[in-house]
């Protein structure tokens, strides 16, 4: 009798070692998952998406962001000015690029374009074929001397614009001011363009063509 109840007494015993066991493996596998989530959760707050030129989402650390801006005030800069002087003597790609330029910028880029605009240069793009092709060269980001801005900026660059029988090949400086405004697919490294203007625009070169070499269905549409 009193082995049969040993032997109970040490299987129930055991009972209650083994359901301890496990109340402290399921206790501490809780733990684990909640504190891995907790982790995560903070981890994605750690981080921010943007758009690249194609749209496409990148993730880029909260911490590197502020680390990171002079480059994205540099990638804002390049893509405005690829807006403005990189070309096809189309008045769909003129307006399309201008409208473009003017959503990264204040009122100074619109002054720009009235006065090329009362030039007639683009209206003697489309009307002579004209393409202009632009390259930075550097630009400089330099703390801004003006409280309302985050950064001061010089641009040094080149554009060759292509004729019929010609490459005129321009070097063309420019400065301007950034601030910090939201980030859009439009304007994804949510930098602002203020104050902008040209210090420097003129042909250093010309090159000479045996003939045209374009073949390029001209729009007569004109621009207003």
């Known amino acids: 009798m009193s082995e049969n109840y040993n032997d109970y007494k040490k299987g129930y015993n055991l009972a209650n070692v083994i359901v301890v066991a496990v109340c402290v493996l399921c206790s501490a ?19 921010i998406f943007v758009a690249d030129v194609n749209n496409t989402l990148l993730v ?39 409208a473009s330029a003017e959503s990264l910028s204040d009122e100074s880029i619109l002054q720009y374009v009235e006065k090329t605009k009362e030039c007639g240069w683009y ?37 060759s614009q292509i004729y019929s029988d010609r490459i005129e090949f321009k070097e063309i400086q420019t400065s301007c001011y ?15 363009i203020q104050l902008w203007k040209v210090d420097k625009e003129e042909i250093i070169k010309v090159v000479r063509r045996k003939r045209a070499v374009h073949n390029v269905e001209i729009n007569k549409d004109t621009i207003q």
């Open 29 to 47: 596998l809780s733990i684990y998952i909640i504190k891995t989530g907790l982790d995560e959760a903070e981890e994605e707050r750690q981080s």
């Open 60 to 98: 880029a650390l909260s911490n590197d962001m502020e680390l990171n801006r002079p480059n994205e005030a540099k990638a804002t800069l390049k893509r405005l000015h690829f807006y403005l002087f990189n070309l096809t003597p189309t008045a769909d790609n003129i307006n399309g690029n201008i």
């Open 123 to 159: 209206n003697k793009m489309i009307a002579e074929g004209i393409s202009t092709e632009f390259k930075c060269d550097s630009i400089q980001i330099l703390g801004s001397d003006r409280e309302e801005f985050e950064f001061s900026a010089k641009l040094f660059g080149k554009q």
């Open 178 to 192: 950034l601030t910090t405004t939201d980030r859009t697919i439009e304007n994804p490294n949510g930098f602002r």
